[in-house]
């Protein structure tokens, strides 16, 4: 399994993530754990919201029936999202967060919190006061956001005195917009537009890990593209490119995004095992410049 440093701390992580958001569906939750671990992914994400809580207890009741230990694991969750109300970055509504994840996963500290999409109506110094005192009761170790672009950052940061290490961001062959302004630049076509405040280059400059969440989605959460007949010469660009690297479609899209050099993690939010496999054993391909934009290319892109 590939490791990638998570931000700027001095802590090596796996490069593949296994995404909670779906362990209330999954058949057997220990096998799952235990899977990714087998497979190098000492990494777990979750959120206060998956499952309205409930995939976090499901999490802790799995563990406790494997031989893991805790401290052979990475467990991040994330706050901030009151569904289908506001989003809430008070301090009290962080604190509270936090309190109810480490409950329900039976555990004193998480390793990381991220603030789950921007708010609005965040106010700064209440965010840095949450972050204070949870680090200082030690419940927090580190601290990051998700979907925020560079100037939310440099907001939080006004009084955030922490590192803000990881920012979890939709990246995959078919939703790669960050890419493509990069790309795209001095020209006036869609894909030069801008959306996210050149988010790619600034997680460079800053060494903040993104990680990128449903990879293998196109659209707003409209489905799969992996052997999607929406697609066909990117399916079948996958289908000839994963031979040539042993591998399937789904580990070829995974080694796609970590050969980018922005020291990025790849979220798998499956809970099959043998998905879980294939995207963790892809870790280890490291793709050519040229099959990298071949493939990127083939997903509809255009070189200028």
Known sequence: MKQVQFGTVNHAVSAVILGCMRINSAKDPVKAIDTAYDNGINFFDHADIYGNGECESIFADALAKTSLKREDLFIQTKCGIVPGVMFDFSKEH??????????????????????????TLVEPDEVAAAFDELEKAGKVRYFGVSNQ???????????VRQPLV??????GLKHSEMVDQGIHVNMTDAASIDHD??????????????????????GFFEGVFIGNEKFPELNQKLNEMAEKYNTTPTGLASAWILRHPANMQVIAGTMNLSRIEEIAKASEIMLTRE??????????????
């Not at 100037?151 to 009084?159: A, D, H, T, V």
């Not at 990881?166 to 990246?171: D, G, K, V």
Request: proline content about 5%.
């Open 94 to 119: 962080i604190i509270a967060s936090v309190e109810g994840s480490l409950q329900r996963l039976k555990m004193d500290y998480v390793d990381a919190l991220l603030l789950h999409r921007p708010d």
């Open 149 to 159: 672009k560079p100037m939310q950052i440099e907001l939080l940061k006004k009084s």
């Open 166 to 171: 990881a920012n979890q961001l939709q990246f």
């Open 197 to 218: 405040g050149s988010v790619l280059d600034y997680s460079r400059l800053h060494d903040m890990t993104i990680q990128a969440w449903s990879p293998y989605q196109y």
């Open 291 to 304: 099959d990298w934009y071949d493939l990127y290319m083939a997903a509809g892109n255009i070189l200028p």
